[in-house]
Antibody, heavy 118, light 107 residues
Framework: QVTLKESGPGILQPSQTLSLTCTFSGFSLSTYGMGVGWIRQPSGKGLEWLANIWWDDDKYYNPSLKNRLTISKDTSNNQAFLKITNVDTADTATYYC??????????WGQGVMVTVSS | DIQMTQSPASLSASLGETVSIECLASEGISNDLAWYQQKSGKSPQLLIYAASRLQDGVPSRFSGSGSGTRYSLKISGMQPEDEADYFCQQSYKYPNTFGAGTKLELK
């Protein structure tokens, strides 16, 4: 059974760095073809894909966030991470991690709400 | 980036009615198209992948079709539990992009 769960700070101030953790089970990031992706959704709005990391450490980012993103993984502990630097109020959203399989996202976490406020 | 134009933004359907939602890609995406359902307060769930393949466990009243740049999701017989937001997503090229969503309500 595949499960994913996000964790994060809840609230942070503008200009700080947002650090998110995705803890998963039911698959391994050391297995060929496996990956973890991050997607966010401001309240009442649509979905925005942020980044994917793959079993071979290949990484893909959404260029709209202009080099503010860093995705990484800890294969031994079944975790993936996302950092977003220099946050502002526009980064307030629910952040999801999900498993990308041939592009589609077949399993999603429950999401973690992040608020950026001074 | 590939733009995904989804329509309509919202619709209301009666019990048993057939509804369709469309996504138009700004360039051909070779059927690398998925549909997700998101119920209020929940995370999205995969319904359809590769434009027309039904994810395991999804009711057969959901179907997907299309090719090239035009894709659609059909619900054959609206049920109360189908009230949700629906999103399309292309995975043909990075950055993967989503449609803006369709809010489906029961009339």
């Amino acid at each position: 059974q595949v499960t994913l769960k996000e964790s994060g700070p809840g609230i942070l101030q503008p200009s700080q760095t947002l650090s998110l953790t995705c803890t998963f089970s039911g698959f391994s990031l050391s297995t060929y073809g496996m990956g973890v992706g991050w997607i966010r959704q401001p309240s009442g709005k649509g979905l925005e894909w942020l980044a994917n990391i793959w079993w071979d450490d290949d990484k893909y980012y959404n260029p709209s966030l202009k080099n503010r993103l860093t995705i990484s993984k800890d294969t031994s502990n079944n975790q993936a991470f996302l950092k977003i630097t220099n946050v502002d109020t526009a980064d307030t959203a629910t952040y999801y991690c999900a498993r990308p399989a041939y592009g589609l996202l077949d399993y999603w976490g429950q999401g973690v709400m992040v608020t950026v406020s001074s | 980036d590939i733009q995904m134009t989804q329509s309509p933004a919202s619709l209301s359907a009666s019990l048993g009615e057939t509804v369709s939602i469309e996504c138009l890609a700004s360039e051909g995406i070779s059927n690398d198209l998925a549909w997700y359902q998101q119920k209020s307060g929940k995370s999205p769930q995969l319904l359809i992948y590769a434009a027309s393949r039904l994810q395991d466990g999804v009711p057969s009243r959901f179907s997907g079709s299309g090719s090239g740049t035009r894709y659609s999701l059909k619900i054959s017989g609206m049920q109360p539990e189908d009230e949700a937001d629906y999103f399309c997503q292309q995975s043909y090229k990075y950055p993967n992009t989503f449609g803006a969503g369709t809010k489906l309500e029961l009339k």
